[in-house]
């Protein structure tokens, strides 16, 4: 995607070690099921992000915090051996580091516990430090694992930086869009979190885009909806714009949604246009899928633009 002179993408978000396993259904309340098989990796929605946006040629910073313990040195050395700066990732003495139990079915459905754990010591405090970073940046990317306050405080030094800031809203409960206002450049929820923010249904494409332009009335310059096989919609000044996902054989929708973020993030860091960003991210979350697991299922630069060139979507 052509790095050079690339300002940095900062991720400033959660970190996890994802203990995942795969069974052949969902277990129900009270059931018992055997699986398949199991892995333990480096998740986290934050760190998710970066690795993608890593992957996607994009120089990465990530900012988070982490125990002094042994899944706290996993994360590190595995955002460090991606080649992502973690000089801003803290290091709390005492605190677990967040853990994921991520369970997959054979239809590639998941459903996650979520423990934040260290995640939660990312206070508003620290962000001071990150100044230099935000302005440095060329976009800023949040979530919601870590506290509330740390997302509206990095959103709003963002803003007074001039930094455009990309919201995955996951997850949504409890985020106050009001309190944003328009210090959110283009947020980013799937259907289940556009429908939480907006109070209205987004099963369905034209429910989407009725939940994008209330989302979009409360602030930010666009709101991107992901519809996972159905691709996303794009509402912002220009209109609203629906673009299908290619067909893939999807093994395993972790982390597809991080996939995409990571990918818009990078492309928007390279000076891609908006619409070009969003197509070149339907296409790396939909590779996404066809791998187990979540950072480790994410295609390599290498992998990623020739099969952007093979969907005949340019250089």
């Not at 910073?61 to 973690?86: H, P, S, W, Y």
């Not at 989302?215 to 691709?231: H, S, Y």
């Amino acid at each position: 995607m052509g790095a050079d002179a690339i300002r940095p993408v900062l991720v400033v978000g959660s970190a996890n070690v994802d203990v995942s396993v795969t069974t052949p259904s969902l277990p129900r309340p009270g059931e018992t099921a055997i699986g398949d098989s199991s892995v333990i990796s480096v998740g986290g929605k934050g760190a998710n992000q970066a690795v993608a946006a890593a992957a996607c040629g994009a120089p990465t910073q990530f900012a988070g915090a982490v125990g002094d313990d042994a899944f706290g040195r996993m994360v590190r050395e595995a955002l460090g051996a991606r080649g992502i700066d973690t000089g801003a990732l803290a290091v709390h003495p005492g605190a677990a580091t967040g853990l994921a139990a991520i369970y997959v079915d054979h239809a590639g459905q998941n459903c996650i516990v979520v423990v934040p754990g260290a995640n939660g010591r990312l206070a508003p405090a620290a962000l001071e430090a990150l100044r230099p970073r935000i302005a440095a940046a060329a976009v800023v990317v949040l979530q919601c694992e870590v506290p509330l306050e740390t997302v509206y405080r990095t959103a709003e030094l963002a803003a007074a930086a001039g930094t455009p800031v990309i919201l995955n809203p996951a997850p949504a409960p409890g985020l106050d869009l009001a309190r944003l206002g328009r210090t959110v450049t283009c947020l980013v929820p799937n259907e289940t979190e556009a429908a939480q923010l907006a109070g209205r249904p987004a099963s369905t494409a034209a429910e989407a885009e009725a939940c994008a332009h209330a989302l979009r009335a409360r602030g930010p310059e666009c709101v991107i909806v992901t519809r996972g096989a159905q691709g996303c919609l794009v509402a912002d000044a220009a209109g609203t714009r629906h673009y299908a996902a290619p067909s893939v054989h999807a093994v395993d929708t972790t982390g597809a949604g991080d996939a995409f973020v990571g990918c818009l993030a990078a492309a928007l860091a390279a000076g891609r246009p908006l619409d070009e960003a969003v197509r070149r991210a339907v296409l790396y979350a939909a590779l996404s899928t066809t791998r187990r697991g979540a950072q480790v299922s994410y295609p390599g630069r290498a992998e990623y633009d020739a099969a952007w060139r093979d969907a005949g979507t340019g250089g």
